[in-house]
């Protein structure tokens, strides 16, 4: 018997399959999707077996197997067919298509941890009468003679015995020991019985999936109309069934909600996936599912690839998030990897959104997608006011960072005892530390970007390679105590608010969220009310549920609006209309306050109606006349090297063999520095690709592909369908 194997090294040079031969011990054990050791350029290495053969006709002579790593693992059919379709579809190495789907603690490569965990009870070795007259005949050993009297009832765990009464009972084999695979994550809750009522929109949504038919839905529901109990009826639909459901959240901040509802209905008949868990804790999740011990799986992106059996439906919440889409190698986009698995199993893909992507919504309008509305709020809720604020005009009161209307705002709701709700997109203190006498701008020394000033700690970094140096006192050029704090970032809004308002102030982005738990515990934090307002990033716009907030501002609108990017506006959109949608979710009607140096742009008015059909014929106005999705497909060609002189050449090389090679309908942009050129002191230059259909563009992208497989100094990398340009 003969396995052909794929390498752990990701090089494009090895993507191929090598020949072993399956040593006789091994032959009733192996199968396809199994990870093994086996000699490769003279070293042992993991690799993954992907077919077994009966015979081997070829010239060289193979090497045996060395051994089976975790004989129990192996990636199913589906997942090693996933594994080629996700390797075509974004060009990268089968071997790297393998190691995206798996957790850290399985990749295929040489590691030595082991993961395991287990719990190790006393339990009873002999008969029952043995014991009994053990205990009869030794009346001195009292604390032996208890533990063997409760392990009559009961296992115990042995640390909670008395070591050297053990030790003795073990020598005398009257108990062993036995190990329990311990679960690192267990839900605390015992499962309980929704007693929500579904409203007529819940109930229509819940009924138009068809659990039987590989089709793809649309729920177009407004924040706060009820999506995730419809989702959460479906799955349980799905259990009925004995199938098994994904669900996707785009955020780790929205998981945890979601995770304390899932809990609560279905106990630890749910796993979690989020790149927020330590190895050891994917490392259990991953195997509850393989054990079929948990049949919902609730994720970030990643959770697309988890190896469940039967699956039964998958759900995308929140799928106009561009955290949907990989921005490293593979560039995937979860919901590609969703039709594909939901295809394999014949059952349905469900989108959700408030804001569905323009892809999306077009599809849903074509019959492609069947779309589902969700007009109302649940309880019949009304959408909070809107009101836009033109900063040009408060700058002119010296009203800087918060106008005079939402500074007014805040103080009602304190006095109320409500929550408010801050958002601004930008993180830190400072964007920019300029000198004021000689011009001096702090700029990271490995990218193209000016260090943001972080006061926690006074430090300035850079948010893109993360660098970082101590703030001087001086300038560093001139030496003049003249250093300007230009920009505003949400550390020097929270102190603001600490200095101006008497309010219990707690800060949601990056910087605040570093270590474990602590999007958790922020959020139990302000939904128990130890906090009155929240500031954040974008990370707080979408999914969060507080009743008391019945106020939201957006400090910076614009700051979206002027990215150069053919998505800025949709992105601007989807975050007002979602950040909006957190204020008045329960009985108290909500308000949102929405500064802008730009109140007459159309973006602002869509949101300021609630208005997605406004907005969409808009902005599909805009795209048919500059060729962009959903009109046109893009390919984003990336040419990066540590040498601008050999990205420039290399990127003007590509653009000419697109040129001779590639249909002439497409269109092919000359090469272009990216927005930020230096990043990690690596140059980058981009090639833009837009096109209808082209029957060469994939085999001419895998051409060149494979002509820079061998090139150490230039690397050529595609992204399908970019989120961002």
Known sequence: MYANVLVEYTNKAVDKEFTYIVPSDLQTKVKVGQRVKVNFANKLINGIIVKLLDSYDGEYELKPIKEIVMEEFSLNKELLSLGKYLSNKTL??????????????????????????????????????????????????????????????????????????????????????????????????????????????????????????????????????????????????????????????????????????????????????????????????????????????????????????????????????????????????????????????????????????????????????????????????????????????????????????????????????????????????????????????????????????????????????????????????????????????????????????????????????????AHEEIINKFKNHEADILVGTQMISKGLDFPLVTLVGVISADSSLNLPDFRAGERTFDLLYQVAGRAGRDKIPGEVIIQSYNIDNYYLKCVKEYNYEMFYNYEMDIRKKLKYPPYYYLVDIKITSRSLDSAFKESTNCYNYLKKMLDKNTIIYNPTPASILKINNTFNYHILIKFRYDGYLLNVLKKLDEMYANNNSVDFVCDFNPSRL
């Open 92 to 517: 990268c190495t089968k071997i790297k298509a393998y190691q995206t789907m798996l957790p850290t603690s399985l990749k295929v490569k040489n590691q030595t941890s082991n993961y395991e965990k287990f719990d190790t009870f006393i339990s009873l070795n002999k008969d029952i009468n043995i014991i009994d007259e053990y205990i009869l005949n030794n009346k001195k050993s009292k604390v032996q003679n208890d533990i063997l009297l409760r392990l009559k009832d009961n296992d115990i765990l042995k640390k909670e015995l008395s070591v050297s009464a053990v030790k003795k009972l073990l020598e005398l084999e009257l108990v062993k020991e036995v190990k329990v695979k311990k679960y690192r994550i267990n839900s605390d809750d015992k499962k309980k019985k929704s007693n929500i009522k579904l409203n007529e929109d819940q109930v229509n949504a819940v009924n138009k999936v068809n659990l039987n038919d590989n089709k793809t839905y649309l729920i177009h529901g407004i924040t706060g109309s009820g999506k995730t109990e419809v989702y959460m009826n479906l799955i349980d639909k799905v259990l009925d069934l004995d199938n098994s459901a994904i669900m996707l959240v785009p955020e780790i901040s929205l998981t945890t909600q979601m995770i304390n509802r899932f809990y609560e209905r279905y106990g630890d008949n749910v796993a979690i996936f989020h790149s927020r868990l330590s190895n050891g804790e994917k490392y259990d999740e991953y195997q509850k599912v393989i054990k079929g011990e948990a049949k919902i799986v609730l994720g970030t992106r990643s959770a697309i690839f988890a190896p469940v059996n039967n699956l039964g439906i998958v759900i995308i919440d929140e799928e106009q998030s561009e955290s949907y889409h990989q921005e490293s190698t593979p560039r995937y986009s979860a919901v590609d990897m969703a039709k594909f698995r939901c295809a394999y199993n014949k059952c349905p893909l469900v989108l959700g959104s408030a804001t569905p992507t323009l892809e999306s919504f077009v599809r849903a309008k074509s019959d492609t997608y069947e779309l589902i509305s969700m007009p109302n709020r649940v309880n019949n809720q009304i959408l909070p006011k809107i009101n836009i604020v033109d900063m040009v005009q408060e700058m002119k009161s010296n009203h800087m960072i918060l106008s005079r209307e939402l500074e007014d705002k805040i103080r009602d709701r304190l006095e109320k005892k409500e929550q408010v709700i801050l958002l601004l997109n930008r993180r830190g203190y400072s964007t920019n530390i300029t000198c004021k006498s000689c011009g001096y701008t702090y700029k990271c020394p490995n990218c193209d970007i000016t260090l943001t000033y972080h006061k926690t700690n006074k430090t300035l970094r850079c948010h893109y390679c993360g660098y970082t140096k101590f703030l001087d006192r001086v300038c560093p050029e001139c030496k003049e105590d003249a250093l300007s704090y230009l920009g505003l970032g949400t550390e020097k809004l929270e102190k603001y608010i600490n200095d101006n308002f008497d309010a219990r102030v707690i800060r949601m982005d990056v910087d605040t969220t570093t270590t474990k738990n």
